[in-house]
Structure formats: C-alpha cells, structure tokens
C-alpha cells in the first residue's frame, strides 16, 4: 500500500523488489539499497491485524535519517505508515494529547488537534508542531512526561546525554540539570558515561542506564562489555550491572525490563539478585522499547560496520554463530513465553532506530511534520 511518504507491501514484484533494493530473488542488495530512495517497510503477514486489535498505534525515531514514523491501520485499507523528517530524532514519548520528539539539539512538541479527514482518510488524531525548546548540544536520548522527582513535577525530562545528567527544558538557560551521577565531576558536553535512558515507575523518574561509570570524554566507549549499568534513582544505588550497553528502562508488570543492546537481549533485573535475566534474543542492536499488555516491542538498528570490532559488542559475532542476519525494524515479542509474535522490517535508506511507543486508543493518528503549509494554515485550534 503506498502512503505520502513510504511504503507498506507483502507481496513484491520482481521489478518492485529492484526497485526496493532487493535483487531479483529477494536478496538483499546494498547498491540497490541505496539508491531505492524512500523507506520500505515488511511487515510479518499477522502484523496489521494485531496491531488493528490493539486499538492503537505504533510511534518510532531514527536520528541517522532524522525521520519519525507513525504507523497506525485504518478500517478499510489496514495497514499504513508515515514518516516525517524532524532532524535527529531520538527520545519520543506520546499520548492523546501530545506528542514529544528530542533531536540533538531540539525538543518538539506537537499537540493532537483532534480528528480530521486527510487525503481522503480519516484520522482519529492530527498531530501538529507547536513549540520548540533549544536545548544546544544535549544529543538528548530517552524523553519522560508528566513525572516527578523528590517531591517535584516536571512536564517533561530527558537523559541529556551530552552533559552526562537528567534536564529539564527551561524557558530561560538552555536546559535545568535535575540530576547527575556523583561520579561526574563536571557538567560538560563530552559524554562522560553515556547516560542514555531513563524510566518511570509509577509516575516518578526512578531508573537510568549508563555505557559505563566513567568521569573523562568519551571514556565508555573504550569497553563496552561488562561495563553498563542501571542506577535505581531512588537510592542511587547499582540495581545491576555487567552489561553491554544498554538502554530503555522501562517499568511494567511489576518488573524493569531493558534491553542489553551489545548482546542483542530482551530481558528484565532480578532486582534482588541485581542480575539481568535474558528473555529474547533479538535480529539486530536493540533501542527503544514500549509494551502492550503481555507484548513487548523492541526497536532494532543493524550494527555500523565500524562497530563490528568495538571492544565489547558481541552482537555481530553472535548473529554469524546463529545464523541470524541483523535487521532495521521492530521485534514484538510475547513476553511469557520469550518468543517473536510478530516484526516489521524496514529497508532502503533507514537502518538504525532509536526509540518506539504505543499511543492507546488512537488507531489512525496523521502528523504533516513541517510539510503540508495548507494543513498549517487552515488546520488552527483554539480554547
């Protein structure tokens, strides 16, 4: 099915195949890859129909192309996809009013409209632009709203990764440090540790996960394996550690669940035992995690090739042992079980994400992004 934007097919031609970049058998071709322009997104055959059960949509970020993707079904067509450029689109987090979106030196928010006809079809929500916070060189990671922390709220958070700590926008200065770790001397845009998710749990900022806990410029990224860790805010206490760069905490069904993206795992901390318990393994470095009842969705990039050989990532050498080729895309999995229910591969010129989240009970959700001026000018809401 063709969108304004991208594409969502099963079923391929030989000639739509080359053109996707795909040879004619189906395989996998770089050169055509890159020259094939627009994202093409693969959907498992279950795909469109459970996400129609949901009763909602599907949100994902890819800073290496600056693109947001919604992906959301309508009754009559199933199954379709936007993608909307943004800049470096990192940290997102959406709800029936608003939607925000951190890029590495920006912070949006577009705020949901309410319903409209688009193209010919009927949207259940129209996200548009509405402000914008400059945050400088933040490179924001994982985005949290409505939360508190030690007795205050705050509209939103982000993991400012840049200056090591968690901000807050600020109408004034270029961002509010809330917190950062004691073993980071100085607020300074060097990436200290890699400070790059945060979670809630119910309600008030909780848990971060650190690359590693170190205090010069880039230091983390001299081993990355044995080295990531998760802080319990409330305590600042490590809750586990001996990871391989992890990300997206995310607190649900009485457990933490992150992803152990160095090894490619799904899991969740034992926190009394402080270990990570592996439940999935996942087709590529996984970032971006959401849950929908008993079924977790995992965003996935394929590995750099500069990143084969970091110390420490053991992903590449652990998909050539199994025989598992990496993927872009998202990975749904059943969480009681451990094992995949569905996926959607994406390929073309997108091949890492970073974040992906559920928006309940809004199925068909249109955003023009900084497109469509005719939207932005007829499309006004007031109190």
Request: hydrophobic share 35%.
């Amino acid at each position: 099915m063709h969108t304004n934007d991208s594409v969502v097919t099963t079923n391929w031609s030989k000639a739509e195949l080359e053109r996707s970049g795909f040879d004619s058998e189906g395989n996998r071709d770089e050169n055509l890859v890159k020259s094939a322009g627009k994202p093409q997104l693969f959907p498992s055959s279950g795909f469109s129909a459970w996400l129609s059960t949901t009763g909602g949509s599907l949100f994902f970020s890819t800073y290496q192309s600056g693109r947001i993707f919604l992906l959301g079904t309508h009754p009559d067509t199933g199954l379709y996809a936007l993608d909307r450029a943004v800049g470096t689109a990192m940290g997102l987090t959406v709800d029936k009013d608003k939607l925000w979106v951190g890029t590495r030196d920006q912070i949006w928010r577009f705020s949901n409209t309410g319903s409209g006809v688009i193209n010919g079809q009927h949207s259940q929500a129209v996200f548009m632009p509405r402000t914008c916070h400059l945050t400088g060189n933040s490179n924001t990671h994982d985005i949290l709203t409505d939360v508190t922390f030690r007795g205050k709220h705050y509209n939103l958070l982000f993991a400012n990764t840049s200056f090591s700590c968690i901000a807050a926008p600020d109408e004034h200065y270029s961002f509010l440090p809330v917190w950062q770790p004691k073993f980071i001397s100085d607020l300074k845009p060097e990436d200290r540790c890699h400070l790059n998710g945060i979670g809630a749990r119910e309600g008030e900022l909780r848990y971060a996960s650190f690359c590693g806990k170190t205090d010069t410029p880039l230091a983390w990224k001299e081993q990355q394996t044995g080295t990531g860790f998760i802080m319990d805010l409330a305590t600042e206490e490590t809750i586990c550690e001996g990871l391989s760069m992890p990300h997206s905490p995310r607190w649900h069904g009485g457990k933490l669940w992150l992803l152990n993206s160095g090894e490619g795992e799904l899991g969740y901390v034992d926190i009394e035992r402080k270990k990570f318990i592996p439940v999935a393994n996942c087709a590529g470095f996984a970032r971006g995690l959401c849950f929908i009842g008993s079924y977790a969705v995992v965003g996935l990039s394929r590995l750099r090739p500069k990143k084969h050989d970091l110390p420490g990532i053991n992903l590449h050498q652990k998909c050539i042992d199994n025989n598992i080729n990496q993927h872009c895309g998202i990975q749904i999995f059943d969480i009681n079980t451990g094992k995949l229910a569905h996926w959607l591969n994406i390929e073309g010129p997108v091949t890492e994400l970073y974040d992906v989240a559920f928006l309940e009970n809004i199925a068909s959700p249109y955003s023009p992004g900084f497109r469509e001026p005719e939207l932005h000018n007829s499309i006004i809401n007031l109190p």
